[in-house]
């Protein structure tokens, strides 16, 4: 089993929708977790922390779920801008990173 | 600079070639990570750095894989007799680090090199 698991998309949606992405982690020690945000040939940048319980950032929130090993970020209201690869990512001795999920955003 | 910086930004190499990939961390970071991304997939972990500790080579893929970190700052990574499934985009990334499992702070990337083996 990989250690960060993620459908990798693509999601197409119109601007306005709403979208939901999960994230699984294999190794149940890890305590802190991320979503990075990574644009097409570009390095990936932090889009937002996850702890305990998760955290909501504008039209953004995130969700931990500890029980069952796995994470969600939710984007309400899409953008075009919005349109990227999501990575999720589980810290143990290093950052473990998912392979992404494309989001296409259309108008 | 303010970011990290990665040299050279591309590299075009002929096979069986030995090539040095270069990492500028953010001045004050304890941790560095190098990363491997081919086109289409995501970020594989190669080698984790935290201050003075041995570093985390789990994720090297063979030993024509190198890296080390110098007065704990720059890094380099080498790649030995280079082969074509090694093209890549070789991401950099350092964080302050609060040491052991906790790792709560935002990770910055560099630019990349990006490495093409012909």
């Known amino acids: 089993r990989k250690e960060v698991e993620q459908d990798p998309g693509p999601f197409n949606v119109p601007e306005g929708a709403t979208v939901a992405f999960n994230c699984t982690y294999s190794?149940?020690?890890?305590?802190?977790f991320f979503w990075y945000r990574q644009d097409c040939r570009k390095e990936p940048k932090l889009l937002m922390s996850v702890y305990s319980s998760g955290n909501e950032d504008g039209r953004f929130t995130a969700q931990l779920n500890r029980a069952s090993q796995y994470i969600s970020l939710l984007i309400r209201d899409s953008k075009l801008s919005d349109s990227a690869t999501y990575l999720c990512?589980?810290?143990?001795?290093?950052?473990?990173f998912g392979k992404g999920t494309t989001l296409s955003v259309s108008s | 600079g303010a970011g990290v910086s990665q040299s050279p930004s591309n590299k075009v190499t002929e096979k069986g070639k030995d090539v040095e990939l270069r990492c500028d961390p953010i001045s004050g970071h304890t941790a560095l990570y190098w990363y491997r991304q081919s086109l289409g997939q995501g970020l594989e972990f190669l080698i984790y750095f935290q201050g003075n500790s041995a570093p985390d080579k789990s994720g090297l893929p063979s030993d024509r894989f190198s890296a080390e970190r110098t007065g704990g700052s720059v890094s380099t990574l080498t790649i030995q007799r280079t082969q074509q499934e090694d093209s890549a985009v070789y991401l950099c990334?350092?964080?302050?680090?609060?040491?052991?499992?906790?790792?709560?702070?935002?990770?910055?990337f560099g630019q990349g090199t990006r490495l093409t083996v012909v």
């Open positions: 990334a350092s964080s302050l680090n609060s040491g052991g499992w906790l790792l709560n702070t935002e990770a910055f």
């Open positions: 190794n149940s020690a890890s305590q802190s």
């Open positions: 990512v589980a810290v143990g001795t290093a950052l473990i």
